[in-house]
């Protein structure tokens, strides 16, 4: 059996699900959204991350029914606690992107579930195709209906200015890597501060990843940015115990 076929018998068996990782708004210290982040339950392995699967889900073009799939988990979690109305984000593979079909299926998930799409975030990360024509195209339809579009590993990777320009993005998370720096590097808080800056000036949110140690969150403070999502709060963990902080 490939690792392939397994992914398509966890899908059917629904052996693929979502933890929450909270995001905490810098001002108020308060849990302010989730990020949904999947996590394969395998029934001979145990926990598999997704850095283990995802790239053979893109590879493979299972991607689309992934994304779907985590589309359906995230709304029947929220349906499921109904007092819970915080925004909650999910990772979309920019392959998916280039498909006509795509904004269509996705926005028929939450239609059915009779979830408001715009407590709905929609992580992508740069990479080659999100520069794409069809991938803008989609990226404006997604918003059109209502989605908030989240510019996922902003300045790692295949990044570029000009993406901020291009795509209709509401959210720039900046990439963990520019965190991991800041408290030995003079130079690194300054990059992390200018990319702030300029995220601010395009009157985008910000959300800065990977913040793990009170030296970094002291630094990250001084900046004016709206989101944090790190370890220093809080890890991902499994839905009813990531919602009971509320
Ligand atoms: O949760 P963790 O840090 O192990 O996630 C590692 C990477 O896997 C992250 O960069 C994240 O974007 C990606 N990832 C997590 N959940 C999903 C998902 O549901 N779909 C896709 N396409 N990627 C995901
Ligand atoms: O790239 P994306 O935003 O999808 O990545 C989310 C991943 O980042 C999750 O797998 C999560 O576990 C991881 N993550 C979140 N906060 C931290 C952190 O403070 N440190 C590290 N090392 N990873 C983090
Ligand atoms: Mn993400
Ligand atoms: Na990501």
Known sequence: MTLLNN?????????????????????????????????????VHGLIPPTAF????????LNYDLDLYVAERICEILQSWPQMNLPVSINISANSLVHESFVHDLHQVFQQYRIATNRIQIEVTENALIHSDQSIVRLRELREHGFVIVLDDFGAGFSSLSYLLRLP?????????????????NQAYELLKGIVQIVQGLQMETVVEGVETSEQLALVRALDVDQIQGFIYYKPSLVDEAFALL
């Not at 995802?54 to 073009?61: D, F, L, N, R, Y």
């Open 54 to 61: 995802i790239p053979t889900v893109e590879k493979s073009g």
């Open 7 to 43: 992914l398509r018998i966890a899908l059917e068996k629904k052996e693929l699900f979502l933890m929450m990782q909270p995001k905490v708004a810098l001002k108020s210290s308060m849990v302010c959204g989730f990020e949904a982040l999947i996590r394969w339950n395998h029934p």
């Open 169 to 185: 993005l509401q959210v720039i998370k900046i990439d963990r890597a520019f965190v991991a720096e800041i408290t030995s590097s």
